[in-house]
């Protein structure tokens, strides 16, 4: 949790006959981190073999990407992965998979084919639809049989009879016929049909026995609204069409429990693949090399001598004899073990990059700092409240599969950052921008107001020298972490002499006590020259060494080191400067979290000078959904921003390899 | 304003965009999927995700074609937003090309019914009824039941001339080849115009990018009708677009005259493209024509690119956007048909 995990290099030899079964235990524990043989021996892997797996992997991997599309254009939810018997696994022919996947897919195609055919008339109704208001409008010519536009309108009359015989054979094309009203004992209507469909249409009017009239303009308003039944067909149509797409769905949903099954087993079968493409062979042997957390050296060593019954090689190396070896490419990788609370601030820093093998895995700390942070921008219970329960909210829809997992991720650490403004928003005194209840530390809102503040913090300048101090720990912190860092690495000409290491670190001290002692006498008197000489001067001519350490062997070159020595001071004094100052903006932040609150009290009493009304209300409302959402983003990337430019710039080196060991864990 | 002030907010904007493109290895794997199905269900979770819906909706592959088209055009509209002046009215330009191929589709469906006398109203759904930006109505056209009414359906519109003038040789001819030309070099004269109301830089990279594009409209109109059509010369070499970047009248004269056109084009791109071999190893001629429309689409990706390497703070990024975007779809639109024809994958990456 401090450190990355200490890893273990695992070099093994075992019988081919064994393969299956070790590569089925390798996938069980899930702890090693493969490295290819070329990566650690480039010259002599060439007299072994690559794993055979290729064509199989290929095959398997598309069997499952298949069934992932399957479900997904049947809008199921992804399966998710289970843990499954590698030997059941193991008995699973990806290519019959594939052949059913294939039947599958053809029963799907002829679903299809209705689907296109049923799209079609609506297509062509829609067109009827589109063209009646046309007709009324008399944009275009009217036509009765005889004219030449795509749309055939016809008025007319026939028997009762006639007119539910014409329905039943319209049903056929795309047309639709209008019950107008009624004239004696016939029914008027109106049939508006395509033209390419005309023959046929006038055999079915000739049937029913329609008597056709002349279309005058007076009918064509008519026409216009009497499209009843041409949308009442549309509206059958896309019934039908919805049918098809809910039996598409059914199809798959019918095929989904021997799916998921076979996607479980293939899954598997994929990760013992994948493991095997991974081992290198002759004629009678498999070898494989990877890294092992320490702590898990054990139960694998244990599990590979006990499934191939003790006839195997297994060799342990620790990190520093492969770091001198003839290897040089090869680097441990960098295992962040943190409690499952953790997980969204080691997203942060997994954002950020990989720390080096070895280092400090800034998890805790930065869960620490940003929280900090956060909370000092955005002090107000209230809406740290809602900020909990928007974040929970996205917690229970990412378990129900409706969000991401990065989108889940970024809910828990929604609901840590609301429950930080819940506190800080207590200790400020702050309530949805109201002073329900007298701050546990200081009244924020009173400060910036301009009517509040007592002990220690009553202005604006004591806040903003809070986060000063805040900052000035942060970097120091930064500092004592990259100390480490270097110690444990064995880094020791940057430990003293980089502008993060030792002497850097008194500068920025010394640079720190000078300024609080220049600021208590009122900004009148520095320290005194001596204490300054030798906690600044002292040090930054020191600084000058670094170069000829860190040169060695390359020629005397005091011109360039020179150079290169006044630019690293320059670095030095205004970096540190400007990382510092640079936490005012947590106080920015803070400030402008109040103003905007009281700046909507101030609209909304605007707004009902004489006591709170529905509008006044209203503006409160929005103002505060609007702080919430503006300045809880403002305050979530400015803090992620001081994290990694401020605090990450002191120590991390993001430079790691990430552990990724081939394991049946979803997580 | 400052060339940064005008282009820097579009420049970066684009390059997002550009940046989540589809690329050519994503549009073979779609090309690898084993049914229409499955490489339409490929589009889901990119900015192409309603096409899919529409196809599970509907089943109906044009319906597909038709929201991939109003999604680029869409696309290619909101350009215009970050643009103002001259570089605006090049985009403005670039978008009517929308337009023209709408009226062109609906000629075409009017010509089947009132002169070829064989309906196709089953195509009218597909038509985008949106992009009239003249005022035409798309129904007015292919519902016109003679040459006057379409001529009045496209009056008081830039068209109206066009098709004045045209019409009377459509109906002699029983062609629309001369009036879609017509309309073509409209296009592209309309997109000169923007041009040269640019300042100079902006001008010439505009000039080369789109050049480029006329060179391979040209090439290939002057193959395909070499290999398949055998129209007069005259006509042919009348036909053409002018403003192309590498090819100017001469060349492209030459090459009509060779007795092996495509190779002749080759030639004279070989020094930008390695896929030559491929052309002359292939008899098919419609598979060679593939082949020559796939090299030269490199050709002017390669030129795309080249400009997205250099200054970028002139209207390249602009143009470069358009034609990336047109691409990508098209190379979509390309798949799919392939997958439903059947086509296998192996032949469709050429066709890329």
């Known amino acids: 949790m401090i450190f990355t995990s200490p890893m273990s290099y695992l070099v093994a030899v075992v019988l081919k006959e064994d393969s299956d079964t070790v590569a089925a235990e390798l996938l069980a524990q899930g702890v090693l981190h493969f490295v290819k043989i070329e990566e650690l021996d480039p010259s002599g892997a060439g007299s072994l073999l690559p794993a055979d797996v290729g064509g199989e992997l290929a095959v398997v991997k598309e069997a499952r990407r298949r069934i992932n599309a399957l479900l997904e254009v049947s809008e199921i939810p ?63 010519q009217l036509a009765g049989s005889g004219g030449s536009h795509f749309l055939a309108v016809r008025m007319g009359t026939l028997s009762p009879d006639g007119y539910d015989r014409l329905q039943g054979e319209l049903g056929r ?299 000035v720990a942060v970097i120091g ?39 609080a002692s220049f600021a208590a006498s009122g900004f009148r008197t520095l320290p005194a020259g001596r204490p300054l000489l030798l906690g600044i001067g002292l040090p930054a001519l020191l600084l000058f060494a670094k170069f000829p350490l860190s040169h060695r062997g390359e020629g005397v070159r005091i011109g360039w080191w020179v150079m290169e020595w006044l630019i690293e001071l320059l670095e030095v004094f205004s970096g540190y400067l400007a990382n510092t100052l640079s936490f005012m903006r947590v106080a920015g932040l803070g400030i402008a979290h109040v103003t905007l609150m009281i700046a909507f009290f101030q609209i909304a009493e605007m707004a ?60 | 304003m400052t060339r940064v002030a005008t282009y820097g907010f579009v420049n970066a904007k684009l390059r997002a965009r550009i940046s989540m493109m589809l690329p050519r290895d994503w549009m073979l794997q779609m090309a690898d999927a084993h049914s229409l199905t499955e490489a339409v269900a490929k589009l889901n979770g990119t900015p192409y ?73 089953d195509v009218v759904a597909y038509l985008d009824h949106d992009t009239t930006r003249s005022g035409f109505s798309v129904d007015a056209i292919v519902n016109a039941p003679d040459m006057d009414s379409l001529l009045l359906a496209l009056s008081g519109t830039p068209y109206g001339a066009i098709a004045a003038a045209e019409l009377p040789e459509v109906a002699q001819r029983e062609s629309l080849f001369r009036l879609e030309l017509a309309l073509d070099r409209r296009h592209y004269a309309e997109l000169r115009v923007a041009i040269e109301a640019l300042d100079a830089q902006d001008s010439a990279v505009a000039k080369r990018l789109l050049g480029i594009h006329i060179d391979l409209l040209n090439l290939l109109w002057v193959v395909r009708v070499k290999e398949f059509y055998q129209l007069p010369e005259q006509e042919v070499l009348g036909s053409l677009l002018s403003g192309g970047a590498a090819f100017n009248e001469r060349v ?51 030129e795309i690119h080249r400009v997205m390497g250099g200054y970028p703070f002139n209207v390249g990024i602009v143009v470069a956007y358009v034609l990336l975007r047109q691409n990508e779809v098209r190379m979509i639109t390309t798949v799919l048909n392939a997958r439903h024809y059947g086509i296998a994958p192996d032949a469709v990456g050429s066709m890329l």
């Open chain 1, 477 to 515: 912190v930064g500092l004592i972490l990259n100390w480490i860092n270097l110690i444990r690495t064995r880094r020791w000409v940057p430990l003293i002499f980089d502008k993060a290491g030792i002497l850097g670190g008194i500068i920025y001290g010394m640079g720190i006590w000078a300024a």
């Open chain 1, 173 to 471: 094309y795309p047309a639709v016929a209008s019950r107008i009203g009624m004239q004696d004992d016939r029914v008027i209507v109106m049939v508006a049909s395509m033209k390419r469909h005309d023959s046929e249409i006038l055999s079915i009017l000739q049937g029913a026995e329609f008597r056709e009239q002349e279309i005058s303009g007076r009918d064509a308003d008519r026409i216009a609204t009497s499209g009843t039944e041409l949308q009442d067909k549309i509206g059958e149509l896309k019934r039908q069409q919805h049918e098809h797409q809910t039996h598409l769905t059914e199809t798959i949903r019918n095929q989904l429990p021997t799916l998921s099954d076979q996607w479980q087993k293939l899954r598997v079968r994929e990760l013992l693949l994948t493991i095997r493409s991974q081992f290198s062979r002759t004629t009678h042997a498999v070898l494989f090399t990877g890294w092992v957390p320490s702590a898990r050296r054990t139960a694998l060593d244990e599990g590979l001598r006990r499934k191939t019954s003790g006839k195997c090689h297994i060799e342990w190396h620790g990190v520093r004899e492969m770091e001198d070896s003839d290897s040089p490419g090869l680097q441990a990788p960098s295992e962040l073990r943190n409690p499952g609370f953790l997980r969204p601030f080691q997203m942060l820093v997994s954002n950020f990059g990989t720390p080096a093998y070895g280092t400090v895995d800034p998890t805790l700390l930065v869960a620490v700092a940003y929280l900090l942070m956060f909370g000092l921008m955005f002090g107000d219970a209230g809406h740290g409240l809602i900020l909990a329960l928007v974040g929970t909210i996205g917690v229970i829809l990412g378990k129900r599969g409706k969000l991401s997992p990065g989108m889940t991720m970024l809910s828990r650490l929604v609901i840590w950052c609301g429950g930080t403004a819940v506190v800080t928003g207590m200790l400020f005194g702050s309530y949805f921008g109201m002073a329900l209840l007298p701050p546990l530390w200081f009244d924020y809102h009173g400060i910036v107001a301009g009517d509040g503040g007592a002990g220690m913090f009553d202005s604006i300048f004591d806040i903003l020298t809070l986060t000063i101090f805040f900052g």
């Open chain 2, 252 to 302: 492209i004269e030459s090459i009509y005259r060779s007795d092996a056109p495509l190779e002749s084009i080759v030639g004279v791109l070989s020094d930008r493209y390695t896929g030559a071999e491929t052309l002359a190893g292939e008899s098919d001629d419609i598979r060679r024509l593939a082949l020559l429309a796939a090299m030269l689409q490199e050709v002017l990706m390669h």
């Open chain 1, 608 to 667: 009902s000078p004489n006591g709170q009304n529905l509008v006044s209300i209203v503006i409160l409302i929005l103002g505060n959904v609007l702080v919430i959402g503006l300045e809880g983003l403002s305050a979530g990337i400015q803090s992620l921003r001081l994290n990694y430019y401020e605090f990450f710039s002191k120590y991390f080196n993001p430079t790691g390899t990430n552990y990724k060991p081939i394991s049946l864990d979803v997580s």
């Open chain 2, 49 to 121: 995700e309603s096409a899919s819906v529409t196809y599970q909706k509907t089943g109906d592959l044009k319906l597909v074609e038709a929201e991939l088209l109003r999604l680029e055009r869409d696309d290619v509209l909101g350009v215009q937003r970050f643009l103002a002046g001259a570089p605006a009215a090049l985009a403005e330009a670039l978008f009517r090309r929308y337009e023209i191929e709408t009226l062109k589709n609906a000629l075409r469906v009017w010509f089947a019914r009132t002169v070829a006398g064989r309906p196709s109203d």
């Open chain 1, 78 to 140: 992804a399966i998710v992965p289970v843990p499954v018997d590698t030997a059941d696994a193991s008995g699973l022919d990806p290519n019959s998979v594939n052949n059913k996947l294939d039947s599958l897919v053809r029963e799907m195609e002829v679903i299809r084919g209705r689907q296109k055919k049923v799209q079609q008339d609506i297509n062509r109704l829609e067109e009827v639809a589109r063209q009646l208001p046309l007709v009324s409008s008399g944009a275009l």
